[in-house]
């Protein structure tokens, strides 16, 4: 990433830039780096990295979901890509009638609210969350929302997104449903309601 003040090149996880020393500042609603007290992006107040950092140990993150369609598309109606064939026993999972709205990694205490449009990655939405984790990618993947239902896209990640076991091909939208298991690259999520 570049310095906001003096533009060198510096580390992604860098709390202080390594060559003019200024401390950096992070907008906590969509991860861009700034100087002054708002974002040039979105005019959300800036926060110390540091800060997002420690926050991200210390606290379990939930965003609001956004309100559900009003009746959910059958399973059936959905397009599936063909690389992420359903098998028997994932059509009759517990919940699959249910509309996604968290991505919960217990492993690492994580919980995130689905949103249409939000950017997973050490850049994105939850930068917070993902700045700690060298192999997510800045934009690994975005999260779509429609009355369709919901779906996952890999973008061009380093290191993979995959979903129950499949890994996913770059540009292409992947429906997504409670009882999934999505992963991005060594982070494992639980698609739930």
């Not at 009759?92 to 968290?102: A, F, S, V």
Request: net charge neutral; hydrophobic share 30%.
């Amino acid at each position: 990433m570049k310095c906001p003040k003096c533009k060198s090149e510096i580390e992604d996880d860098s709390l202080f830039c390594d060559q003019c020393g200024t401390e950096l500042m992070i907008c906590p609603q969509c991860g861009t780096l700034g100087k002054g007290k708002r974002c040039t992006q979105c005019g959300t107040e800036l926060i110390k990295k540091s800060s997002a950092s420690q926050q991200s140990h210390t606290t379990l993150l939930t965003a609001q979901p956004i309100p559900a369609p009003a009746q959910p598309t059958p399973a059936s109606a959905q397009p599936t890509p063909a690389s992420v064939q359903p098998t028997p026993e994932k059509t009759t999972r517990p919940g699959q009638n249910l509309l996604p709205g968290h991505l919960v990694c217990p492993e690492h205490h994580i919980r995130l609210g689905l949103a249409d449009g939000v950017i997973i990655g050490r850049r994105g939405h939850y930068s917070a969350v993902f700045a700690q984790y060298g192999d997510i990618s800045g934009i690994h993947a975005k999260l779509t929302i429609s009355p369709a239902g919901c779906s996952v896209e890999d973008l061009e990640s380093t290191n993979g997104t995959w979903l129950n076991g499949q890994q996913l091909k770059p540009h292409i939208n992947y429906p997504i449903h409670c009882g999934d298991i999505l992963k991005f690259s060594s982070l494992t999520f639980n698609v739930e309601p």
